[in-house]
């Protein structure tokens, strides 16, 4: 594990010690929970990026096509 020293706006660590004490987790939880999730995001919009680049309006008529043409229920009309 690593240690990182941190500087933060007074304001920004009191907004973040009360929302981890609110949660019972300490400052250094709620920061690695809080990176990881943007992380995440990044890494979950570099990967749909990517998989855009593969996209292809045929193969998305091609998988459109194997949906039934059916009237949508009551409940899903718009």
Same mark, same amino acid.
């Given at each position: 594990? *690593?240690?990182i020293s941190l500087r933060l706006p007074? *304001?920004?660590h /009191?907004?973040?010690r009360k929302? +981890?004490?609110k949660d019972r987790i300490s400052i250094n939880q709620f920061a690695a929970s +809080?990176? +990881?999730e943007k992380i995440s995001a990044l /890494?979950? /919009?570099d990967y749909l990026s990517q998989r855009a680049k593969r996209a292809s309006r045929a193969k998305?008529?091609?998988a459109l096509s194997k949906v039934p043409d059916v009237e949508p229920e009551n409940r899903d009309k718009i």
């Open positions: 594990m *690593s240690t007074d *304001s920004l /009191e907004r973040i929302l +981890a004490k +809080a990176l +990881a /890494e979950t /919009e998305f008529d091609r």
